[in-house]
């Protein structure tokens, strides 16, 4: 069954603690995506990833980093530079550029 | 500054009526248009999209339509359902651009039985 997997679904963190989010995809897609989502407002580009080793910076990069060494894997740290964390964080990732986008379940992250 | 937006926050319908939901963009360079619809703590999922050579995509109870002059394309729904009450998403590419996906800020669309 072909998909994107977040997890977790729920994380705490402390202030000052960097924390990692994952997000894998079996669907063989090149592109990956992370966004986040406040109330009211949409989704947001953090960073997105168009083929393995290879990152670029969305909106809203500053106080988060991405890695892609695998083209299943797309893992976002939040870093305590990060000033507003408490988020609902999306990954997506897509086939082609007239192509739709497959989403993740989301994580919803809180600073405690 | 918001290349896509969807102006109207929330929506109420009827159950049977029609829903439109409405969205604007500014970006000339836009060519490729996505419907997502969200339920709360989950990731959106795809509904329908159009591609600029259409006006018009149908997909069942969904119709996209799309005004490329106007710079603007709406989601009608019909018959409305209440399993239809979720937010929805509006987003565009960039035929330019790096494969990236610009939404909108979303309309919650309440459909009263």
């Known amino acids: 069954d072909g998909g994107i997997t977040q997890s977790p679904k729920y994380l705490f963190r402390k202030e000052g603690q960097n924390v990692t989010l994952s997000c894998e995809q079996n669907l063989n897609h090149d592109a990956m995506y992370w966004y986040r989502q406040d109330p009211g407002q949409g989704l947001r580009l953090i960073y997105y990833?168009?083929?393995?080793?290879?990152?670029q910076k969305g909106d809203i990069a500053e106080g988060y980093s991405v890695s892609r060494e695998k083209k299943e894997s797309f893992p976002l740290t939040v870093t305590s530079a990060q000033k507003n964390p408490t988020a609902f964080y999306l990954c997506?990732?897509?086939?082609?550029?007239?192509?739709?986008?497959?989403f993740g379940q989301g994580t919803r992250l809180t600073v405690v | 500054d918001q290349q896509v937006k969807q102006n109207s926050p929330s929506l109420s319908v009827q159950e049977g009526r029609i829903s439109i939901l409405n969205c604007d963009y500014t970006n000339s360079m836009f060519d490729y248009f996505l419907w997502y619809k969200k339920y709360p703590a989950e990731g959106p999922t795809f509904l329908i999209s159009i591609s600029s050579i259409k006006d018009k995509n149908e997909d069942g109870r969904f119709t996209v339509f799309l005004n490329k002059s106007a710079k603007h394309l709406s989601l009608h729904i019909v018959p409305s359902q209440p399993g239809d009450s979720a937010v929805y998403f509006c987003a565009a590419s960039d035929r330019t651009g790096a494969n990236n996906l610009f939404f909108g800020t979303g309309t919650r669309l309440t459909v009263i039985p």
């Open positions: 997506a990732s897509k086939r082609g550029r007239t192509a739709e986008a497959f």
């Open positions: 990833s168009q083929i393995v080793n290879d990152f």
